[in-house]
């Protein structure tokens, strides 16, 4: 489905044609117009009628993949060896990536075509996602200016994430009150609090996992604390 992204960018309609296909593949297509928004068509084998299947208007959630995109990366380079270690950690929902991979008669663990459809969905939705704008906050920044490189790498990853739709569904309004949501929620060591506010994010502190976090979950932050020019964009 990579054909969608240039064709919708020059305004034009996609649809997907299911017709023809096993009721397998005609499930295959429903799943991938509920994670493109794309309409699925097909002409119903009895009544030589053209059935129309219109975008979701539920969402799908990228969580899974969003939390492990090293170990998506990894293995849709090329078939890894079955067993014996994947060579890269899985996080959360790691019993749900079973659908989503299929083993060759040959040995090998590859991503399954229902595993290719969501990690080329999630990419797209990613790619998308980048172009919200990100400020932090003097906490933040200076939080981020004394990162160690591979500490920095890993909270642009949740920076990146944030950026998604899902956002609040992986954030939680903390108990100390204030404008500020923790994110995420129970995925990964590396927290931050930020508020979402015309159209732009807006970070207040980034933390850990730990004592730091529970005092700021405590405290919580808010607006009547900061100057909008308080805030410096995020270049990433």
């Known amino acids: 489905m990579r054909f969608a992204k240039p064709r919708r960018r020059q305004f034009q309609d996609v649809i997907i044609n299911a017709t023809g296909g096993f009721k397998a593949e005609i499930a295959y297509a429903t799943a991938l117009g509920l994670v493109y928004k794309v309409p699925v068509y097909y002409i119903h084998e009895k009544f030589q009628e053209i059935v129309v299947l219109p975008p979701s208007p539920f969402g799908w959630d990228s969580t ?31 019993t749900k990536l079973e659908v989503l991979l299929e083993d060759t008669p040959d040995g090998h663990t590859m991503l399954s075509p229902l595993g290719q459809i969501y990690l ?22 200076q939080a ?27 954030s939680e309004l903390k108990s100390g009150g204030g404008d500020a949501l923790g994110y995420p929620k129970g995925h990964v060591d590396e927290r931050v609090f930020y508020a979402e506010k015309d159209g732009a994010l807006y970070v207040f502190a980034l933390t850990r996992h730990g004592p730091e976090y529970d005092r700021m979950c405590r405290e919580g932050f808010s607006w009547r604390d900061h100057k909008p020019e308080d805030f410096t964009p995020w270049e990433g």
């Open 144 to 170: 981020w200016e004394r990162l160690e490189p591979a500490q920095r790498e890993k909270y642009r990853r949740v920076l990146q994430n944030l950026r998604l739709p899902n956002r609040a569904a992986n």
């Open 64 to 94: 899974l993949i969003a939390w492990n995109r090293e170990f998506f990366d990894w293995i849709d380079a090329e078939p890894r060896p079955t067993g014996g270690g994947k060579g890269q950690s899985i996080g959360t929902g790691a």
């Open 120 to 141: 080329e969905a999630f990419r797209g939705e990613l790619e998308q996602a980048q172009s919200v704008p990100i400020y932090f906050g003097p906490k933040a920044r």
